[in-house]
């Protein structure tokens, strides 16, 4: 199977390639708009700044290639957050695959909000044989609100959602190359979906 990595100057890449290789997937890095549309499977991450991750994507094209893509995709972190219509970071418009915005948590918790935290209301294939409230690592100060898309919910200050689903797109707050033998089991349920589950 092949397993692209969007590569726009944003996201911690080398530890999404190693939780692939754990899985037997040498998944590569790539900006080539041919060769992402050709992969099986793509990934679209990101740790960083909204408004200069969505300049870098439209100085490469990738703003107007991702939206169009037909296989599984997954945003995760930052990716995800710009999967949706807006996001308060940098006041920012995303790709609006997911119709949902992204509000900045209140200074009445810490933020950014940093470490384990429980996923729940779990839908979706990509949740295969993955209890409800498992522990996810999460790093974010910024958050999807709750939308009929969510497929998973988090609470921190408020609930909001931490997965999101539209069609063949597929969006994670959390790090699942970070989150031990659960986040491990929703990487492999992402190479084993079928379509629109």
């Not at 920012?92 to 909000?113: A, C, E, H, Y």
């Not at 990509?126 to 690592?137: R, W």
Request: proline share 3%.
């Amino acid at each position: 199977m092949k397993v692209t990595i969007i590569n726009y100057g944003a996201g911690n890449i080398k530890s999404i390639q190693f939780a692939f290789h754990r899985l037997g997937i040498e998944a590569k890095l790539s900006d080539d708009s041919e060769e992402i549309q050709n992969s099986d499977r793509v990934i679209f991450p990101g740790v960083g700044q909204a408004s200069s991750a969505m300049t870098k994507l439209k100085q490469s094209g990738l703003d107007t290639l991702i939206p169009n893509l037909k296989q599984p995709v997954l945003g995760i972190c930052l990716g995800m957050q710009l999967m949706c219509n807006h996001t308060e970071e940098g006041n920012t418009k995303g790709l609006g695959i997911f119709d949902v915005n992204v509000k900045r948590f209140s200074n009445t918790v810490k933020v950014p909000q940093m470490g384990w935290n429980t996923i729940g209301s779990l839908k979706s294939q990509l949740f295969k044989n993955i209890e409800d409230e498992s522990y996810m690592y999460l790093v974010h100060s910024f958050y999807a609100e709750s939308c009929s898309s969510m497929i998973a919910a988090t609470n921190y200050e408020r609930e909001y959602a931490s997965a999101l689903q539209n069609n063949n797109f597929y969006g994670v707050q959390f790090h699942p190359e970070k989150s031990g033998k659960v986040g491990t089991q929703i990487l492999k349920n992402f190479l084993d979906l079928t379509p629109n589950t």
